[in-house]
């Protein structure tokens, strides 16, 4: 398997840079480096797409949420919506890091998409997180034609903390008799808290993300050991994936998450659950929201765009 010529040119910048690795710096100072490098990764948020940030109530207060509507849906038309949080190892990213990845989905799949900031870690463990999300697709549900979206047409997606956060609310949503979901997108997902695939050992370092920081992210998220075999936090371990929703799940081939991505597509086409696996392999972890350094971007935003089309648009009307 090649790298991407892409992305050995970003690795390559990231080590001239220097900067600090983000666990040797407390979480405020890694938050602040983080969103200091996306405007130049995701570039300008893409035209025809209306924005308007709002709250809902949350069960630790008020939870943001940025809510994008194609501007050339009709006013009075209910679209199909996407759920979505964003990654950042629980640790840090908020809606203005994933802003243009949620613009392009809704703007190229003709639906709306929620983005959702949930709380953060560690001033907010585990499952605070989890708990902001259920909580947002709860109110989506119930409040969706006041926001111009059809609550028959859900779906719930993420990338990396992300992508566990909505695997997870997935399977609350089967067993609690939660939204019906159409489909959940999840790439690089974080599926197993408790064990290191072979993955983690052969990107170990010098491929962005490495393991070293997908312990520090755990170590702030859920210092109790304890607690990461919950599937709310390691959805591979849950005891059954049948009866989920549709998955599409997209794995980068350089990322130490990625074999528990492709075991959790595995399983769950192995119990029931239709799942497309897609793996970019010569991308590196976190290539979605970087359209204006990778071409991997823009190919995978386009693949994320079209299966949401296809489950909550083109289905939608069968």
Not at 26 to 55: H, K
Not at 294 to 312: D, F, K, M, V, Y
């Amino acid at each position: 398997m090649a790298l991407d010529p892409e992305s050995q040119r970003l690795l390559e910048a990231m080590a001239a840079a220097a900067r600090p690795a983000w666990r040797t710096l407390s979480p405020e100072a890694a938050r602040e480096q983080y969103l200091s490098l996306r405007p130049a990764a995701q570039g300008p948020r893409p035209d025809g797409i209306n924005v308007a940030n709002r709250t809902i109530p949350g069960p630790g207060g008020p939870i943001p949420i940025r809510v994008y509507r194609p501007e050339r849906a009709a006013p009075d038309a209910r679209l199909p919506a996407l759920i979505y949080a964003h990654g950042g190892g629980w640790v840090f990213g908020n809606l203005d890091s994933h802003d243009v990845l949620c613009a392009q989905l809704a703007r190229d799949a003709g639906i709306t998409v929620i983005a959702v900031d949930y709380r953060l870690a560690p001033e907010q463990r585990f499952p605070g997180a989890f708990e902001d999300v259920v909580t947002a697709l709860k109110w989506v549900a119930a409040h969706g034609p006041a926001l111009g979206v059809d609550p028959q047409r859900l779906a719930i997606g993420g990338d990396s903390a992300g992508g566990n956060l909505a695997a997870a609310v997935s399977i609350w949503a089967r067993d609690n008799k939660g939204p019906k979901l159409r489909l959940q997108l999840l790439a690089y997902p974080v599926t197993d808290a408790l064990e290191r695939a072979e993955s983690y050992e052969l990107f170990r370092e010098g491929y962005g993300l490495d393991a070293p920081t997908m312990e520090w992210f755990f170590d702030h998220y859920a210092p109790d050991a304890a607690a990461r075999s919950d599937w709310r936090l390691s959805p591979l371990r849950a005891d059954s994936l049948a009866g989920l929703p549709p998955a599409l799940v997209i794995t980068a081939g350089y990322d130490p998450l990625r074999d528990e991505g492709r075991a959790y597509a595995f399983r769950l086409q192995k119990e029931g659950t239709v799942a497309d696996l897609v793996e970019f392999g010569g991308m590196l972890h976190g290539f979605l929201s970087s359209p204006m350094l990778l071409h991997g971007a823009r190919r995978g935003a386009a693949i994320c765009a079209s299966a949401l089309r296809e489950h909550l648009v083109l289905r939608g009307q069968q």
